[in-house]
């Protein structure tokens, strides 16, 4: 969320970053004016009704004293009268604009719920995802002396991908991994965590998969996002089927003051992510691009506001290396302003190529949130000297999309003969060269 005095302070500046996002800050912001200036009208109101009670008051405590002593006199008595009256009055007054004010502050708060992260400088400009802009790649594809074949493919044929029982079980965008395929899937969340933990000084944490309403509005998937979550209801609340680990992993310091000195804090969570793909019908239906449970490996961190954009660019290099390691080609986009995501300031996709889709795929998403989530969710921390907390800078980044690695695996060590070498980095963690058809 933004800050309402810096949004009131600077409206044509928030305009504008909206209209770099592809908004129309009318229908973003509102009657933002209208409300801001009957607020301040309102504001001027309870000022002036709370100085004049306050003059009045010490007259009426000085009547008072001397009614007391029985000293007061019938013209004492009528001013005491005429003051206690228009006390009152001003009470009133004071009663009914604290109220308006109230209202006035709710309707903003019901605006900034819908406003999204502001784009940071850097961020290229741009209408769509066509507007992105390459920052490097690394490595080269794969080559072939065949016609390489989907994951989706290959997957059936050597019997690590079930769709159709997928789909008996639970519907469609839903698959049952066999054998090989479920252990590869197992292999590359172990590396994954043992890379950030051992090398990257990650802390492993395993969260709740189900989160209350709190949870979601902290990182801002509600209320705006509603339509592409599960939710359970439970009673007179709900609980809320988690779509990434960012949601509970960021929310375990909500509402809390943080120690600076233990900044930056850096947490890794192995979880399956649930999400009802709301908009996505028709697309990437074959394969298990776009399912409605998955499994990441995400990344999250809680820094010092003047080291997040060093910070996001640590966390990015923490993903790629996870593709480094096993040889996969790949290349960082840098998002342009219509392009990024709700709470987002900056982010950087990491693409893999897939040859049998002749694609550059999403893997992960890197991001800095700035101060954005961590005021929607109440996270500080006391910097050092300082007796005022400030809301800290969170980042996240998925480190990796388990099933998507799973894909650009399968399909770029594929073989001639229908068979998928292991790369060497996860033979320890699945135990075998080599995938060869086996049947279920």
């Known amino acids: 969320m933004l800050d309402l005095n810096f949004v009131r302070e600077h409206l044509p500046l928030v305009e504008e970053k909206l209209r770099l996002r592809g908004m129309n800050p009318a229908e973003v912001l509102g009657d933002f004016r209208a409300v801001d200036a009957e607020r301040r009208a309102n504001i ?20 008072k004293q001397a009614e007391k002593k029985g000293a007061l006199s019938a013209e004492q008595q009528k001013q005491l009268s005429e003051l206690a009256g228009a ?23 019901n605006v900034l719920k819908g406003v999204p992260n502001l784009p940071h400088d850097s961020v290229p400009p741009g209408k769509s995802s066509e507007d992105n802009v390459e920052a490097r790649r690394w ?35 839903f698959t049952v991994y066999w054998d090989l395929g479920a252990k590869l899937e197992r292999a590359l969340a172990n590396f994954m965590l043992d890379l950030h933990t051992r090398k990257h000084g990650y802390t492993e944490v395993l969260p709740p998969y ?35 680990a960012e949601v509970p992993v960021t929310n375990l310091y909500r509402d809390e003051t943080l120690d600076a000195a233990r900044l930056p804090i850096s947490l890794t969570a192995y979880t399956p992510c649930f999400r009802s793909e709301a908009g996505s019908y028709g697309k990437d239906v074959r394969g298990i691009i776009r399912q409605h449970q998955f499994q990441k490996v995400e990344l999250v961190k809680f820094v010092r506001p003047e080291r997040s954009y060093d910070e996001l660019e640590n966390l990015t290099h923490d993903a790629e290396t996870v593709l480094q390691k096993l040889g996969l080609h790949y290349r960082v986009m840098t998002l342009c302003t219509a392009d990024m995501g709700f709470s987002s300031a900056k982010t950087y996709d990491l693409e893999v190529w897939l040859p049998g889709q002749g694609v550059f795929r999403e893997i992960s998403s890197c991001s800095n949130f700035e101060s954005f989530q961590a005021r929607r969710a109440g996270i500080r921390f006391r910097p050092d000297g300082k007796s005022k907390s400030e809301f800290v800078h969170t980042l996240n980044g998925s480190g990796l999309a388990v099933g998507r690695t799973w894909v650009a695996i399968v399909e770029n060590y594929q073989q001639a003969d229908g068979s998928v070498v292991i790369p060497e980095a996860l033979r320890p963690y699945i135990g075998v060269e080599r995938i060869t058809a086996k049947k279920f």
């Open 44 to 63: 001027t109101v309870l000022e002036t009704a709370k100085k004049r009670r306050n003059e009045l008051s010490p007259k009426i405590g000085a009547l």
């Open 139 to 173: 490595g080269t594809p794969q080559k072939f002396d065949f016609t390489p074949k989907p994951h989706w493919e290959l997957g059936e044929q050597l019997g690590m991908l079930d769709p159709e029982r997928g789909a008996k079980l639970a519907g469609a965008r």
């Open 210 to 244: 189900l989160v209350n309403s709190e949870s979601m509005y902290g990182t801002g998937q509600l209320p705006k996002f509603a339509a592409d979550l599960f939710r359970v209801p439970q009673g007179e609340k709900d609980l809320w089927l988690i779509p990434t």
């Open 87 to 109: 006390v009152a009055q001003e009470k009133s007054v004071i009663e009914q604009y604290e109220e308006r004010v109230k209202q006035a502050d709710e309707k903003f708060l």
